[in-house]
């Protein structure tokens, strides 16, 4: 075995068990089957969106609404060209069946903005994610690196740049709707972010010898504003209302975008819209590919809420940018899996109860690494 398979999955899906360090504690694992498909999130036609007086004021309502229940909702008929998402779906397959040393030619291990790397590019994960990814920071345009965007397969890079563009457009649209919903300026949501951010993260899932064990991409909250997704139609994109307890598996549509806010978009609006609480899970009959574009605030962008209703309290209790936003979020989660592994050890068992006052406190960490290093 040649040192640069040991390092993606491509030689690991062969295997009959699956290796110790994807192996999640029984309390991660899957409780629901990739393929037992759930219609509780509601699919949206964007058809008429530009309607002032027809459609509009009913598709808002409805987007708001998916917004406050779950924090995510379907997009069809959203003007995303079918072309050009067969196009960006394909290419990246292609991407994912290069033989390994041409996907290590972009390994982004070492905290290098973009390329091929397999699990995560975030720290601190103790259990591996079943993924390989492919991801490009794509806004601001300024900010282009494209010495790590992947040249092959041939016309990837152009037909990328176009998928950033539409659904960067296709995002904004759908900020106004949440603006609106506000009671605000159309712009208010975009313009809270500065200067928008995009990331575009690729997810491929391969086949899994033992997936009851383990999960695609454990469970989180997207730290954004909002993030558009298309999915294959294998299914795996799972969500939870409940903190954890009960999971649907969305059903994948052809040719939809998921979307679903993130704790950016939760906190501007006080708490209002849900950031979704999600995972993907993995199967053993077939691989899934998976496509998130993240919008995200400019890091020096101030996370407050725009708006406090009567009656209400501001979620946060002071203005923070979003780079403390984040650094936060990580410093949370990297104290709450040393605590689990504590709890572990000496067989107490860390409950639910605790594990949401910890998250309440979210605080920041004197050994935070800088945020370059970790937003992702
Ligand atoms: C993500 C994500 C879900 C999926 O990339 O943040 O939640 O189904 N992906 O791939
Ligand atoms: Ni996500």
């Known amino acids: 075995m040649a040192p640069t398979t040991v390092k993606t999955l491509t030689y690991l899906q062969q295997e009959k068990t699956l290796e110790s360090s994807f192996v999640r504690d029984e309390d991660e694992r899957p409780k629901v089957a990739y393929n037992h498909f759930s219609t509780e999130v509601p699919v949206i036609s964007l058809a008429g969106l530009d309607e002032v007086h027809g459609r509009r004021v009913q598709i808002c309502q409805n987007i708001v609404e998916a917004c406050e229940n779950w924090g995510i909702f379907q997009v069809v008929d959203h003007g995303v060209d079918a072309k050009l998402i067969s196009d960006m779906t394909r290419l990246a397959r292609d991407f994912f069946a290069l033989p390994p040393e041409e996907k290590l030619r972009f390994d982004m291990s070492g905290g290098k903005k973009g390329g091929f790397i397999v699990s995560s590019h975030l720290q601190g994960e103790a259990v591996k994610d079943w993924r390989e990814i492919v991801t490009y920071f794509s806004y601001p345009v ?12 041939e016309g990837w890079k152009a037909v990328t740049e176009e998928y950033s563009e539409k659904l960067m457009g296709l995002a904004c649209k759908l900020l106004e ?9 159309k712009d208010a949501l975009t313009k809270a972010c500065v200067d928008m951010d995009q990331k575009v993260v690729v997810n491929y899932y391969p086949k899994c010898p033992q997936p009851d064990l383990t999960l695609g991409l454990k469970r989180h909250t997207d730290p954004g504003t909002i993030t558009l997704l298309l999915q294959d139609q294998v299914g795996g994109l799972q969500a939870t209302r409940d903190n954890g307890k009960t999971w649907i598996t969305v059903q994948p549509v052809q040719g939809a975008f998921v979307v ?3 704790d950016h978009g939760h906190y501007l609006s006080n708490g209002r819209f849900k950031n979704a609480d999600h995972q993907a899970v993995v199967n053993s009959n077939t691989s899934r590919l998976s496509i998130a574009t993240f919008q995200n605030p400019a890091p020096n962008a101030t996370v407050y809420p725009l708006k406090i209703r009567e009656g209400e309290k501001p979620v946060l209790e002071e203005p923070i940018t979003f780079a403390e936003m984040y650094r936060r979020k990580m410093s949370t ?16 068992g860390l409950d639910l109860e605790k594990e949401n006052q910890l998250k309440e406190l979210e605080k920041p960490k004197l050994d935070a690494k800088p945020l370059n290093e970790i937003l992702a």
């Open 260 to 262: 679903n806010l993130g």
């Open 142 to 153: 300024r900010e282009r690196d494209y010495s790590r965007w992947p040249d092959v397969p």
């Open 333 to 348: 989660d990297i104290e709450l899996a040393r605590m689990k592994k504590l709890a572990k050890e000496k067989k107490l």
């Open 177 to 185: 709707v949440l603006s609106e919903a506000m009671g605000l300026e």
